[in-house]
């Protein structure tokens, strides 16, 4: 059991921008944990997470509910995606969304990947995922992370923080 | 007009680069924003359809009229 956090980056936008990437990230954790607060400046509800800069080999099921009703979806994707509130969101509202990644540094077994994220939305609308991923390239340690919206920029303000998780 | 930019922060050794996007990467971000508003579009539109059906199920149910199989999908798990 996970037992230390660490903030290894954590970076506030202040100015809307295309992706954010956390490169040379140390390979002296067990595990990682990206927290995610963003919004899009235009269309675009998804935040689309890649590792080593890589845009294939991944895979889903992602369980979505909006209050009305609740769908599953499953497929080959180019990343991992979690929710991203658009603008047409009530003004000023962000998503939140953890991505968790264990056992990021081992070069033999394929990359798991949990996120849990919601939208948030003064309306009918909002959303809420869960995201079963693998990252299913040959294994290596991830040394980097990017977050690019599905289209657009990430709005300013919106954060990203990056802890390392220790097992001891 | 300034050009879209990115940010890559180096965890190692803190040092954050703001690097703009090339003209490639530009065209990439405009073909992904339109496939986005199609994708909006469409769901706005699907949602909409489900509602509207819902509603007339839930009017022909309390009129004791017949629903369609389209109807009945909305009610039935």
């Known amino acids: 059991m996970a037992n230390t956090y660490t ?118 609308t909002a959303y809420a995922d869960f995201l079963a991923g693998l990252w299913a390239a040959t294994p290596a340690a991830i040394t980097s992370i990017t977050c690019t919206p599905n289209a657009n920029n990430f709005a300013q303000y919106s954060t990203f923080y990056l802890y390392g998780i220790k097992n001891s | 007009m300034d050009k879209p930019t990115r940010i890559e922060i180096n965890c190692t050794t803190g040092e954050t680069s703001i690097i703009e996007l090339t003209d490639a990467e530009i065209a990439d971000m405009e073909t992904a924003a339109l496939a986005a508003a199609d994708q909006q579009a469409a769901a706005e539109a699907e949602a909409a359809a489900k509602a509207a059906l819902k509603a007339s199920a839930k009017a022909k149910l309390i009129a004791g009229e017949p629903l369609t199989a389209e109807e009945v999908d909305t009610l039935v798990i």
């Not at chain 1, 506030?12 to 140390?26: D, G, Q, R, Y």
């Not at chain 1, 939140?96 to 990644?101: C, H, M, T």
């Open chain 1, 7 to 124: 903030l290894i980056e954590a970076k506030t936008l202040t100015t809307s921008t295309a992706s954010i990437t956390f490169s040379s990230i140390p390979a002296t954790f067990t595990d990682l944990l990206l927290r995610i607060s963003a919004r899009n400046t235009s269309t675009g509800g998804d935040c689309v997470i890649t590792f080593n800069g890589s845009s294939s080999s991944y895979t889903n099921k992602i369980l979505t509910g909006n209050g009305a009703a609740a769908s599953s979806t499953a497929g080959s994707i180019t990343g991992l995606d979690s929710e991203l509130v658009p603008s047409s969101y009530t003004a000023s509202t962000f998503s939140n969304s953890d991505v968790y990644i264990p056992n990021y540094l081992s070069t033999s077994n394929y990359k798991a990947v949990s996120t849990d994220t919601v939208s948030e939305n003064n309306a009918a």
